[in-house]
């Protein structure tokens, strides 16, 4: 049964920085892609960053291109999000998320397979 385990969120001031990870545990085949999206109270959720597992191919929500860079460690199984200059409108629930077979839509959340538990990021102003 494959698992997602976030870790690293936190409250951070504004202008600070996070990394937030990803394992991902108990796969017997390989994942297509990962990716992080997001969800503030009251609002659905949100895509964040996505990445190709074999080529590295990256993809930014457009409220985050610039501050944020998603990464992955093959050997680790384990992506991260590398969070810099966070503002309050940031804070949310961040998930972590993978798709099994190929997809080109990765921003639509629905195209994912599997999820995490979430993990809080809250930035004070």
């Known amino acids: 049964q494959v698992q997602l385990v976030e870790s690293g969120g936190g409250l951070v001031q504004a202008g600070g920085s996070l990394r937030l990870s990803c394992v991902v545990a108990g796969r017997t085949f390989s994942m297509h892609a990962m990716g992080w999206f997001r969800q503030a109270p009251g609002k659905e959720r949100e895509f964040v960053a996505a990445?190709?597992?074999?080529?590295?191919?990256?993809f930014y929500g457009d409220s985050v291109k610039g501050r944020f860079t998603i990464s992955r460690d093959n050997a680790k199984d384990a992506v991260y999000l590398e969070m810099n200059s966070l503002k309050p409108e940031d804070t949310a629930v961040y998930y972590c998320a993978a798709v099994r077979y190929y997809i080109s839509a990765y921003r639509n959340r629905e195209r994912y397979d599997y999820w995490g538990q979430g993990t809080q990021v809250t930035v004070s102003s």
């Open positions: 990445i190709t597992w074999s080529g590295g191919s990256t």
